[in-house]
């Protein structure tokens, strides 16, 4: 077994791939990860139809950049799983679209579990592990995930009152991180990975 595994780590290293030795947990909490932000971008997307349906505009546009924030979120994680000699399997995402108000709740569930106990625990594995790359796509998940917590309860106050004309409608994410931005005019350069604004997504529709 151990020349086997002696053989197959030489013929990666010649074939230009990373090798990771040690960070096989961290492998496993990057596919968890990338299967669970694959769901969510399809999740915020379906939500985005359901809140237009209704007539929240405002919400449906915060669904659809949260939406795109995930698939970044996704993209990032699978490019880590790829340098470190992994890959990806496919995602079948399962979700139940309900009315607007509660797949806001459904949003804010899963949002609060990413941000205080899934992605806290992959960064300390990560970090454990030397695993440099996934802790960096880790934390720019789970900084993003916490904005997003507070966008959805934002958002179901307003609902709530009656009052969603007054949530905003224009929001940016980079597009190297996922970091979404709620304002009309964001920050001149992304907090969390410095990308310039000119190169931010914006949803206003």
């Given at each position: 077994?151990k020349v086997r595994?002696?053989?197959s780590l030489?013929l990666?290293?010649l074939?230009?791939i990373?090798?990771y030795a040690?960070s096989?947990?961290t492998m496993?909490?990057?596919?968890?990860?990338?299967k669970?932000?694959?769901?969510a971008?399809a999740?915020?997307?379906?939500?985005?139809?359901?809140a237009?349906k209704?007539?929240?505009?405002?919400?449906?546009i915060l669904?659809n950049a949260?939406?795109?924030?995930e698939?970044?979120h996704?993209?990032?994680?699978?490019a880590v799983?790829?340098?470190?000699?992994?890959?990806?399997?496919?995602v079948?995402?399962e979700f139940t679209?309900?009315?607007?108000?509660e797949?806001l709740?459904?949003?804010?569930?899963?949002?609060n579990?990413e941000?205080?106990?899934?992605?806290p625990?992959?960064?300390?594995?990560?970090?454990d592990?030397?695993?440099?790359?996934?802790l960096?796509?880790f934390?720019?998940?789970?900084?993003?995930?916490?904005?997003?917590?507070?966008m959805?309860?934002?958002?179901?106050?307003g609902?709530?009152k009656n009052?969603?004309?007054?949530?905003?409608r224009v929001?940016?994410v980079c597009p190297k991180?996922g970091?979404?931005?709620?304002q009309?005019k964001?920050?001149?350069k992304c907090?969390?990975?410095?990308?310039?604004?000119?190169?931010f997504?914006?949803f206003?529709k």
């Amino acid at each position: 077994m151990k020349v086997r595994r002696t053989i197959s780590l030489i013929l990666m290293l010649l074939t230009g791939i990373t090798v990771y030795a040690g960070s096989e947990k961290t492998m496993e909490n990057l596919k968890a990860a990338f299967k669970g932000e694959s769901t969510a971008l399809a999740k915020y997307a379906a939500f985005a139809e359901q809140a237009r349906k209704e007539g929240f505009v405002p919400i449906a546009i915060l669904f659809n950049a949260t939406s795109r924030a995930e698939a970044i979120h996704a993209m990032n994680h699978k490019a880590v799983i790829e340098k470190m000699g992994g890959k990806t399997d496919p995602v079948t995402p399962e979700f139940t679209v309900k009315t607007t108000r509660e797949n806001l709740e459904d949003a804010m569930k899963g949002e609060n579990y990413e941000m205080m106990t899934m992605y806290p625990e992959f960064t300390k594995v990560a970090k454990d592990e030397n695993a440099s790359d996934a802790l960096k796509s880790f934390r720019w998940a789970m900084e993003t995930e916490k904005k997003h917590y507070l966008m959805y309860t934002n958002a179901l106050n307003g609902l709530n009152k009656n009052d969603v004309k007054s949530l905003p409608r224009v929001y940016w994410v980079c597009p190297k991180c996922g970091n979404t931005y709620d304002q009309v005019k964001p920050e001149d350069k992304c907090a969390f990975c410095y990308t310039s604004r000119d190169k931010f997504i914006k949803f206003d529709k």
